[in-house]
């Protein structure tokens, strides 16, 4: 079994700066791809930012030049700093993950609990 566990979310004023972390933990051979998707109230889950299964960084448009995702493979953790956050941004913000627990098996999707991000005021 694996488990994505999200932490850093917070209240922050507009201009601020958060760092998410994701740590994946239990049985893991290989991660593909990781990263952050956001769900605001009302819209859809939609992804901030990930690498694909080449090790490639991707972001979305709304979000280029203030977040930055980085990773340590030594601890199976993701990290997205955010930088310059806007009233927009608040959402809340899940790790994902493709995981294969060993090197015979398909990868399986996994999902964060999520964590809130506000960014108020």
């Known amino acids: 079994q694996v488990r994505l566990v999200e932490s850093g979310g917070g209240l922050v004023q507009p201009g601020g700066s958060l760092r998410l972390s994701c740590v994946a933990s239990?049985?893991?051979?290989?991660?593909?791809?990781i990263g952050w998707f956001q769900q605001a109230p009302g819209k859809q889950r939609e992804l901030v930012a990930a690498f694909t299964s080449g090790g490639n960084t991707h972001y979305a448009d709304s979000v280029q030049g203030r977040f930055t995702i980085s990773r340590d493979n030594t601890k199976n953790t993701v990290y997205l700093q955010m930088d310059s956050l806007k009233p927009e941004d608040t959402a809340v913000y899940y790790c994902?993950?493709?995981?294969?627990?060993?090197?015979?098996?398909?990868?399986?999707?996994?999902w964060g609990q999520g964590t809130q991000v506000t960014v108020s005021s």
């Open positions: 239990g049985t893991i051979a290989t991660i593909y791809r």
């Open positions: 994902y993950a493709d995981i294969s627990s060993d090197d015979h098996s398909h990868p399986t999707a996994y």
